[in-house]
């Protein structure tokens, strides 16, 4: 649980090591980047994802940009074609981030990925995200480091104006370079998709009806089965998701941080399941409560 108040420590060794100590146990922290400031987390620990979405108060899960250190690392994690990998020798480090097919085995929580089947990767190039990456030795989830609805921060006082007390640690590595976030295509196969405008300008197709992108999207994986919402027991022919007092066949948990690190796993596990049809139990609350309410109000909707 983050502290009253939240330490910010000016970019350094020790701090990064600070940084990378709480990266390890879980805990989101507030970095800079070449974009923008953003809430960086274990990308392959559920759990901690599900931090950044507590501490930013977000309303809905989106698939989240994962930052690695080099190309290589990042083709540990997506499947890069001939396109996608001339862009990333091009940019990278730099403000692109690249959404290809996932690996599967990469590791990466689904909680990151929305449980979609692509990931969207970046190289970053600013050094004080660069050096974390190096000593917490993992991938960074690492969405803009600012409460939902607010604007994105580009210095650190920012980021403490809208998440004091929500997080640990912030490291001040000055004002950001770019200040806008970075430019996102879309590598899946067929021509390059502009999901994105940002600071490279990159020859792709402009996604018809309007950009989509981590932090934009408005689609999401979805159960092949009927989704029944607030269900207390299970009735014939469901497979029961349980939550709190609710135990179900497969269980969320008794808290949110635990039910959303498990909602995409055990939708996936439901799905295929022998019963032709999903319950899951009411989850109450607010904050992240309610950004798990929406997500599952997404999926159970008419399709």
Excluded at 50 to 69: M, Q, W
Excluded at 239 to 252: A, E, F, M, R
């Amino acid at each position: 649980m983050a502290p009253p108040v939240t330490q910010i420590l000016n970019f350094s060794d020790e701090a990064i090591g600070k940084a990378a100590e709480l990266i390890r146990a879980g805990e989101p922290v507030a970095m800079p980047t070449e974009t923008v400031y953003g809430l960086a987390a274990d990308a392959t620990n559920a759990e901690a994802v599900a931090r950044i979405y507590e501490a930013k108060g977000r309303p809905s899960f989106n698939p989240l940009i994962v930052h690695v250190l080099d190309l290589e690392a990042a083709e540990r994690l997506g499947v890069f074609g001939d396109a996608a990998r001339k862009l990333a020798e091009k940019y990278w480090p730099g403000p692109l981030t690249l959404v290809v097919p996932a690996s599967e085995a990469s590791g990466i929580a689904s909680l990151v990925t929305a449980g979609l089947d692509t990931i969207a990767i970046r190289v970053p190039a600013h050094p004080a995200m660069r050096a974390l990456l190096s000593a917490a030795g993992r991938p960074l989830a690492a969405p803009s480091a600012n409460a939902s609805g607010r604007i994105s921060p580009t210095r650190a006082g920012h980021v403490v104006e809208s998440l004091n007390g929500r997080i640990a640690l912030v490291i001040d590595g000055g004002p950001c370079e770019r200040g806008i976030e970075s430019t996102i295509v879309a590598a899946t196969g067929g021509p390059l998709r502009l999901l994105r405008r940002g600071p490279i300008n990159v020859e792709a197709e402009e996604r018809a009806g309007g950009i989509e992108a981590p932090g934009m999207m408005a689609s999401h994986y979805a159960p092949g089965k009927p989704l029944r919402l607030e269900a207390e027991s299970a009735e014939m022919g469901e497979i029961l998701l349980g939550y709190g007092k609710v135990q179900g066949d497969l269980y969320l948990g008794d808290d949110p941080v635990t039910a959303a690190a498990r909602l995409f796993d055990l939708m996936h596990q439901a799905d295929a399941a022998s019963e032709p049809r999903i319950a899951i139990a009411a989850i109450p609350g607010e904050g992240l409560a309610a950004a798990i309410r929406d997500r599952l109000r997404r999926a159970a909707a008419p399709r």
